[in-house]
């Protein structure tokens, strides 16, 4: 499968507690976003990298959160103590990012499967 | 900041028919736009993705259309099927990092 893929699928936790989510891009991709989607509504971004570097953080994205992606290739998002506001479900996508618009620049967004936690 | 409406929040329609999903958002200023299915408890599939010079894109019974000017897409269904019903996501992307604002979708309910 050379989709993108996230790691675990479900994640149930003790409020307080710290979690750790991964996510592995299609491999010649050289943008990661991160975003989260509660039910019933559509996913809210909350970071994005382009290779290494994180660009772009959202003010939803609390000191108790953290995104990394140390190598330009997977990353994973760190919540610290928990809380029950963050059960939601988590979800990556990566695409091919340009600064220009050719043919590999369509910047067209694939997204994993998603992770889902529930805080309790 | 940018914000996307989906009309309507819901939709029933009998298996055959042809569909329209509306979308629209604030800032015209995007790189592209992408409609997207999501089925229950599941990630986003792409359907279609319009680039910003683009007005129209189509895949099999699927026709997108933007109207940047005006802040304006439809998703067109031609002879919806019951595999159709699932929740369609609007997302224009911004224009620097591709990344996308989600309007809440439309879930589509297709009957036999």
């Known amino acids: 499968d050379t989709g993108v893929s996230q790691d675990p699928r479900h994640k149930i936790t003790k409020r307080g507690q710290n979690v750790t989510f991964r996510c592995d891009p299609i491999?010649?991709?050289?943008?990661l976003y991160w975003y989260r989607q509660t039910l019933g509504q559509g996913p809210e971004f909350l970071t994005y990298f382009q290779n290494e570097a994180q660009l772009e953080k959202s003010r939803l994205l609390s000191d108790r959160f953290s995104a990394e992606r140390p190598k330009g290739s997977f990353s994973t998002l760190e919540i610290q103590r928990t809380e029950q506001g963050d059960s939601a479900m988590y979800l990556c996508a990566s695409s091919l990012g340009g600064d220009s618009q050719t043919f590999l620049a369509k910047n067209i967004q694939y997204f994993g499967a998603g992770t889902r936690l529930s805080v309790l | 900041k940018q914000e996307v409406t989906q009309i309507p929040a819901a939709l029933s329609v009998p298996e055959g028919e042809n569909l329209v999903l509306n979308c629209s958002f604030t800032?015209?200023?995007?790189?592209?736009l992408q409609w997207f299915r999501q089925d229950p408890g599941k990630g986003l599939t792409s359907l279609l993705l319009i680039q910003s010079s683009q007005r129209e894109q189509t895949s099999g019974r699927l026709n997108a259309s933007l109207d940047k000017s005006s802040g304006r897409s439809t998703l067109y269904i031609a002879a919806s099927q019951p595999g159709d019903s699932a929740t369609y996501l609007c997302a224009p992307g911004d224009t620097n990092a591709g990344k996308s604002t989600f309007g809440d979708g439309t879930t589509l309910t297709v009957k036999p």
């Open positions: 800032d015209s200023a995007i790189y592209n």
């Open positions: 491999s010649e991709h050289n943008r």
